[in-house]
């Protein structure tokens, strides 16, 4: 990269030399380092718009439904091309927890969201499963060499995220953010199609995913927020 910018200088071109870029409206670093700079600054704004619903459902509890639509889309929007971290997830439930229209001193966050907008309206939900469902896209439309380059470096990423207190500085795309979300949720991502789940048994996602596949899927995240919530005095999870 430093040759690359030296030669445009002395050729006369002017150019910004920078470590990381928006593009498409997303962040991208080219594969090197992980970038949020842009991801962050829309959960920003997706707080400052929650807020605004959170006042709207005191007074009318239908006006929880905006943050999905509303909030929601904006907070996470590109966001399953780096991945969104379990900070970024805790952060999104506290919007979501707030439009909700229940304003009380310790409330669960499980159960008050579980209430309002529905269980798989959760974030902790609905970032991980679109962040499968991007993989799955892509792994589907894959050739042949294509899918042998993704086994390779899967099986590269598998055994450099699996420590938990640093996976998600180490994620810089789409398969590392699948496979520290597939950990984040206690599934065993052994391979791009073939994948265990948290009480022992394994899906081969050869053929794609169906309908069962995404049933158990949530359902293992939502037995976990569950049981997440059960260890806090009034849930507050």
């Known amino acids: 990269l430093d040759d690359i910018h030296s030669s445009l200088l002395s050729n006369g071109v002017v150019v910004q030399k920078v470590t990381a870029a928006r593009d498409l409206g997303i962040d991208t670093a080219g594969g090197r380092r992980r970038s949020t ?17 959170a006042r709207l459902s005191l007074v009318n509890r239908k ?4 943050f999905s639509t509303g909030a ?25 927890s707030s439009c909700t229209g229940i304003k009380s001193q310790g409330k669960c ?28 896209g892509i792994w589907a439309e894959a050739d042949g ?23 998600w500085t180490k994620v810089v795309g789409p398969i590392g953010a699948t496979i520290s979300t597939l950990f984040d949720i206690h599934w065993v991502p052994s391979s791009p199609e073939v ?8 899906w081969n996602l050869t053929q794609g995913p169906t309908g069962w ?6 359902s293992s995240i939502v037995l976990q927020l569950w049981e997440q919530a059960s260890r806090h005095p009034w849930g507050g999870a």
């Open 109 to 136: 966050n499980t159960t008050a969201i579980s209430l309002v907008l529905g269980q798989h309206k959760d974030p902790a939900i609905r970032a991980r499963v679109d962040q499968v469902k991007l993989f799955l």
């Open 72 to 96: 929601w889309p904006q907070g996470t929007w590109g966001g399953a091309s780096m991945g969104i971290a379990p900070t970024h997830i805790r952060a999104l439930r506290t919007q979501a």
């Open 63 to 66: 006006a929880a439904k905006l």
């Open 145 to 167: 060499p294509l899918r042998s380059q993704i086994r390779l470096v899967w099986a590269r990423l598998v055994h450099t995220l699996q420590n938990k207190t640093s996976r």
């Open 195 to 202: 994948w265990g789940t948290p009480d022992g048994n394994s």
């Open 213 to 218: 596949f995404w049933k158990e899927f949530q």
């Open 37 to 53: 700079k842009v991801l962050h600054k829309r959960l920003f704004k997706s707080k400052k718009r929650s807020a605004r619903i």
